[in-house]
């Protein structure tokens, strides 16, 4: 027992002796910041805070993205029992409009050399106009204080924090350092943990030592639902499965019974609506997109010689145009993805309203409407009353000119009773009326 006694004590030294390597977890993020982006950030930060690790590290490369979004990371950060560490990273990178106040939470900031933090004024989405002015107005208020107000807490310049929000202020990484708008400036992941070893942070009263040196970095990715959420909620694919959408519904309702189509259709519809709810979606853009859509169905069910499809594709070029609006390219449609989306999916339109006019102006091939127009031979002499072999089957006819027995005749229609109106081959020529679905009137 003694010497059992002896080797655990020996065992429990030296494990106490060997140092205890810091875990962080961490994430990058080089996307506009959206939902499901502020969706991953928050729940990492959770599952950092739940597993007791001595930190969390966001790698932030952002041009910007949505208030709601962003203020959703910040209350999560702020929030945090560990502390969080935001680094522009790497090289080229940026932290502008909402990644800047992001970065201004943290407790630590850090940028890597070439990056850039700033240009936080927030943008308006609609049209404009005096009332659109004064709502930029309040929210551009609201914005200086929020950002004042946050770097006041993290013990930053809160007057440069304010002009980044109310003149488009954008600072170089040195000169944030230099102004104590970030902490510190490292070059790489293995600098910055070096860098901020020994630092010090409050929670509440307390103040609190950072271990970081010789830290293992616990990288967590998106989950694949995150990963499709984030990659559709870009304003070209957006548009897109909408585009897509329309035609898979077009196409079900001009060929119906097809199923397949109008399936497709039905997802990327859903798909794309999900999208817009990210997204600065101006609504008279897709009732203009959906009423391109009519117009389209309508020209299957009209003789308007075109001009229906015509202004379908005025309507979808419009409704494209107008359906997102924002200064800021990560939240506009392309112009390129535009004008060839526009172009394919009228080409599409055209192409099938033209397979279907033709289909439904062909001749009928089955059914009583196939019977106009077969020839068949006259198996007793009609007039009001007779008898014909026509399609391999004898039928009851008659004729308004008499026929002789032996005859060729053609088929006029069909009478309600099944009787066949029929006619001398010979008059080929002359042009027969047909009644509607291929009846005739006795």
Avoid at 181 to 210: F, I, M, N
Wanted: proline share 4%.
């Amino acid at each position: 027992m003694a010497l059992v006694l002896v080797a655990g004590v020996r065992a429990l030294r030296v494990r106490a002796e060997q140092p205890v390597v810091p875990r962080i977890g961490a994430v990058r993020v080089a996307d506009v910041i959206n939902p499901t982006v502020a969706e991953f950030i928050v729940t990492q930060l959770d599952n950092a805070n739940q597993a007791g690790l001595n930190a969390f590290l966001l790698e932030l490369d952002t041009p910007g993205g949505l208030d709601s979004a962003m203020r959703t990371i910040i209350q999560a950060l702020l929030g945090s029992d560990i502390p969080v560490i935001v680094y522009v990273y790497p090289g080229g990178a940026r932290a502008a409009s909402a990644g800047a106040l992001i970065t201004l939470a943290a407790d630590f900031a850090a940028m890597a050399p070439g990056t850039n933090i700033g240009a936080a004024h927030p943008v308006a989405i609609g049209v404009g106009g005096e009332q659109s002015e004064v709502m930029l107005s309040k929210v551009t208020e609201d914005a200086m204080a929020y950002a004042r107000s946050i770097a006041q807490q993290r013990g930053r310049n809160a007057e440069l924090a304010e002009l980044m929000v109310r003149d488009n202020l954008s600072l170089a990484a040195e000169e944030a350092v230099r102004r104590h708008v970030v902490d510190l400036l490292a070059a790489d992941e293995a600098a910055l943990l070096a860098a901020l070893d020994g630092s010090e942070y409050r929670r509440e009263d307390q103040r609190l030592t950072l271990r970081t040196a010789g830290g293992e970095l616990l990288f967590a990715e998106m989950s694949w639902r995150q990963k499709i959420l984030n990659v559709i909620s870009q304003p070209n694919i957006a548009y897109m499965l909408l585009m897509l959408g329309m035609l898979g519904i077009f196409f079900e309702i001009s060929q119906p019974g097809v199923i397949l189509p109008g399936a497709l259709g039905a997802i990327a519809l859903l798909l794309a609506f999900f999208a817009f709810q990210t997204l600065p979606v101006n609504y008279v853009g897709v009732l203009f997109i959906l009423l391109a859509l009519v117009l389209f169905i309508l020209e299957v069910k009209v003789v308007s010689y075109g001009m229906l499809s015509i202004g379908g594709i005025v309507s979808m070029t419009l409704g494209s145009l107008m359906l997102i609006e924002h200064p800021e390219p990560f939240l506009r449609i392309s112009w390129t993805v535009i004008a060839g989306t526009v172009t394919v999916i009228s080409g599409l339109f055209l192409v099938i309203l033209y397979g279907v006019v033709r289909t439904q102006r062909r001749r009928f091939f089955s059914g009583a409407e196939g019977m106009i127009g077969e020839r068949g031979e006259a198996v007793t002499d009609i007039h009001r009353d007779g008898k014909v072999f026509v399609h391999g089957e004898y039928w009851q006819a008659y004729a308004a000119i008499p026929i002789a027995r032996g005859e060729t005749v053609e088929v006029t229609c069909i009478g309600s009773n099944m009787r066949l109106e029929v006619k001398r081959a010979s008059s080929v020529s002359q042009a027969v009326e047909q009644q509607p679905e291929g009846f005739c009137k006795e």
